[in-house]
């Protein structure tokens, strides 16, 4: 099912992109028309490029990766800020800081320094600072706050881009070709869709433009989340039952151990029955041919008695 259809960017006027003379030639695939000297933007293309993205960024944040936001323009900061905060992935709304993804440890210095000034002014060492030390301390900490606050979790490169504007955001996303990162990019009709990995054509101007299709590839991300917490779970249901297979055997193979300790000490602690008290011996069997024996005695006796008389 298409996450998005033609009325919905239709209404949020996707289609409209920039004045004929400002065009770039290598979007000509994704323009529809011309109407009064502006381009308008092929919206079917546009439906299949935002289900191809929206795929691709939603496996990348089932993996567990991280997609880092770039939209600086006026009209997009509070946008992006708001949607790709709910869950919790990393955006720049303010300048980019040159060399944030070539450079990257020298930013990730600049974030720690952000959290010990925060640890310094819960420490006791706050209070024996002069009131203008504090003063210059504070204003460091809200200005790496306004730049860096936002990629705080960021602990290393990010997995994919998410650029509004490709032609205003070109650092960003020449930064990104540099270390072979994929770029997911709205592209207007005045942009270079040449070296954007995913294209999405749309106006990236218009705030209702920005706002559907970033909360499109949000939305993805979502269910990309979801859907590794489910695994998750699943997987931790599993390792608990093979667990408990695992005990059963260990539990038998103790009985076995108990049922021959319990053996060897019966053997042990058993009483010897003398051989007299024993049936079938053979002391009882000699003790009957005796008596047999004494028996044919006294009968031979009687008989020479008998004849004598």
């Known amino acids: ?24 030639p290598n979007m000509q695939p994704y323009i529809f028309m011309e109407k009064n000297g502006i381009h308008i ?7 299949v490029k935002i289900d191809e993205a929206a795929a691709a960024i939603k496996q990348i944040a089932k993996s567990g990766r991280k997609v880092l936001f770039v939209a600086t ?17 990393p955006y720049v709304t303010e300048r980019w800081p040159g060399g944030m993804l070539t450079n990257f440890p020298t930013i990730r210095k600049a974030v720690k320094k952000m959290v010990s000034i925060d640890k310094m002014t819960k420490d006791s060492s706050w209070e ?18 306004k730049i860096l606050g936002s990629i705080v979790d960021l602990t290393r490169l990010p997995s994919a881009l998410f650029v509004v504007d490709v032609m205003k955001e070109k650092i960003a996303v020449r930064e990104a070709q540099r270390l072979g990162i994929p770029v997911f990019g709205m592209v207007d ?6 070296g954007i990995d995913f294209v999405i054509p749309a106006n990236d101007d218009a705030s209702q433009s920005i706002q559907l299709i970033t909360g499109v590839m949000v939305d993805a991300i979502r269910e990309g989340l979801q859907e590794r917490r489910v695994e998750r779970d699943k997987d931790d249901v599993d390792s608990d039952i093979e667990g408990d297979e695992e005990e059963q055997p260990k539990r038998s193979r103790r009985a ?6 319990v053996e060897l000490v019966e053997e042990e602690t058993e009483v010897e029955i003398p051989e007299e008290l024993e049936e079938g011996s053979d002391e009882e069997d000699d003790f009957d041919t005796d008596e047999e024996e ?8 009687q008989e020479e008695e008998e004849e004598e008389e």
């Open 73 to 89: 323009k006026k009209q997009a900061k509070d946008i992006v800020a708001d949607q790709v905060s709910s869950v919790k992935m």
């Open 256 to 261: 076995r151990k108990t049922v021959k300790k």
């Open 294 to 301: 004494d028996t044919d005695v006294n009968l031979d006796e």
């Open 128 to 145: 024996k600072l002069s009131k203008r030390e504090k003063l210059q301390i504070t204003r460091q900490r809200a200005k790496l706050e």
């Open 189 to 194: 009709t005045n942009s270079d869709p040449n």
């Open 41 to 47: 933007i092929d919206l079917q293309k546009t439906v």
């Open 1 to 24: 099912m298409p996450r998005t259809n033609f009325e919905q960017l239709l209404d949020a006027g996707v289609h409209f992109g920039h004045l004929k003379r400002k065009w770039n």
